[in-house]
């Protein structure tokens, strides 16, 4: 490789490594790995491309496009500020696939790409390894239980959010599967490593990630018995996989407890879903904004005015006893709606807590002192909670395709399911299968109903350089089941 291909190279695994760590890092060397791109361009390559790549440009201009969309968003925009703010955070959108169009990517072999995934495997792997060795030190030594494996403020360094390690971890367990069936002198290896990853996804303690595992597994197994023809290996690896994220969860049954608490939720009477609540304080935005949204920096002042708007009509259905004037009752039922949000959360607790019967019981006698009629109470106090919270902490969608329609309507919706259909469509155009992309477009995608991803660097980022790195092998033509030759330089055993 020439001193701007191995520079190149090397930031790709650096940043491959560091995703995990910290997106301030992985936002630096992303910078790095442009400004490296553009120097081969004019210095190196001189402002020659790669056919091949070039080619295929419409694939990248379509992911191109939602950078542009949010740029556009700015045109009927009232928040300059936020809005620019959101424009440059997602210039990720832009940069990663013009890297890839116009930087020469042919020195990127089977084993280069490879060593990129091993990279981000290493880094999620000692991610997991200081975690576990510290929070065991804590156990043994320092007197915590075991719910210390799933403090989120145990990674001291730097806390990641346990939706995005799941992420990761889901798509490094995917490519160590792969590689157990193409480097067959190193199966112990990916075999561990494996069975750590699918470990660490059952401390993540994330719902989406845990149900993201039992379907990759099925994938993988699939590709194994049908593609591949491993059936004793594929249906070994899977088990023994499958018997470590089960050990875990026996081991550690607050591995799951965000599931249980969520089946607790919809059979309870007395609860509700957080994020249901959400949706119906902001799906008045959808609603009144599904064409062209609101505009790129709009986004979170009309989600809070929906919250707020919700909160009101939760506030209004409450009634009187019998006999009370309008203001005395109007006076009682704030400090009414007062006294609930302080009797449901801690001073120093984040999170408002999930209401049961003993919180009910105190609520309704408190009613009955203020005022207010028990029954109109118990229907609205649970989503008052929750929207209060809302409305306090400004939060999110919570849900990526929500998410890009209330900012940019039906076309950012198109252009987000874009990201999906485009690999599959090419794979099915040009007869290549690639396990790995499907299983990275499936992770994203579903996690995409229940975490805005591409709103923060620490799913920006990842997003977009896996991506960007799939979608460049794919268009290379090197497949699972091609061999590398002097025509097809570029590919992953993917």
């Not at 798509?171 to 590689?179: H, P, Q």
């Not at 750590?196 to 994330?206: D, E, G, P, R």
């Not at 009910?360 to 109470?377: F, G, H, L, Q």
């Not at 039906?410 to 252009?415: D, E, P, S």
Request: aromatic share 14%; net charge positive.
């Amino acid at each position: 490789m020439t001193p701007f291909q191995k520079t190149e190279f090397a930031l790709m695994l650096i940043l491959a490594f560091s995703i995990p760590f910290y997106w301030y890092v992985a936002q630096i060397l992303e910078i790095a790995l442009v400004t490296c791109a553009i120097l081969k361009i004019i210095v190196h390559q001189k402002f020659q491309f790669n056919s091949t790549q070039l080619r295929w440009k419409w694939a990248y201009i379509i992911f191109m496009l939602t950078w542009l969309a949010t740029l556009c968003g700015m045109i009927y925009t009232q928040d300059a500020k936020e809005g620019w703010m959101a424009v440059i955070k997602k210039l990720g959108f832009f940069f990663f696939p013009l890297v890839f169009l116009l930087s020469d990517m042919s020195y990127l072999t089977k084993d280069r790409i490879r060593a990129v995934f091993c990279s981000m495997t290493t880094g999620i792997l000692v991610f997991f390894l200081t975690n576990i060795i510290w929070a065991a030190i804590d156990v043994i030594f320092n007197g915590y239980d075991t719910s210390r494996f799933f403090d989120k403020e145990l990674m001291k360094l730097y806390y990641v959010h346990h939706s995005y390690m799941s992420m990761y971890a889901t798509l490094a367990l995917a490519f160590c599967y792969v590689e157990l069936f193409n480097q067959r002198k190193v199966r112990a290896s990916y075999i561990i490593a494996a069975v750590m990853l699918a470990v660490f996804i059952i401390l993540c303690n994330s719902r989406a990630g845990i149900v993201i595992l039992l379907i990759e597994i099925i994938i993988l197994l699939a590709w194994t018995l049908f593609s591949k023809k491993e059936t004793k290996a594929g249906i070994v690896t899977c088990a023994i996989i499958l018997a470590a994220a089960g050990g875990t969860i026996k081991l550690l049954p607050e591995s799951i407890s965000r599931i249980t608490e969520t089946m607790k939720i919809i059979t309870s009477k007395n609860t509700n879903d957080r994020r249901l609540v959400q949706f119906i304080g902001y799906k008045q935005v959808l609603k009144e904004n599904w064409l062209f949204g609101v505009g790129t920096g709009d986004k979170y002042d009309e989600i809070v005015k929906s919250y707020e708007s919700y909160r009101n009509k939760l506030v209004s259905s409450i009634a009187p006893v019998q006999g009370v004037d309008r203001q005395t009752f109007e006076h009682n039922r704030d400090i009414l709606l007062q006294e609930i949000m302080t009797f449901t959360r801690q001073p120093d607790d984040e999170n408002w807590h999930v209401p049961n019967d003993f919180t009910k019981n105190y609520i309704m006698t408190d009613a009955e002192r203020r005022c207010c009629t028990p029954e109109s109470v118990s229907r609205i106090y649970v989503n008052y909670i929750y929207i209060s919270d809302a409305i306090t902490n400004t939060l999110n969608s919570h849900n990526q395709y929500f998410e890009t329609i209330i900012s940019l309507g039906v076309i950012g919706l198109v252009l987000l399911l874009g990201y999906f259909i485009v690999p599959i469509f090419i794979m099915i155009k040009n007869k290549r299968f690639s396990i790995i992309y499907l299983i990275f477009i499936l992770i994203i995608s579903f996690n995409a109903f229940f975490e805005a991803i591409f709103e923060r660097q620490c799913g920006i980022i990842f997003f977009n350089f896996f991506n960007m790195l799939l979608l460049n092998c794919l268009l290379t033509g090197i497949n699972s089941s091609a061999k590398a030759t002097e025509n097809k330089k570029l590919g992953v055993s993917v």
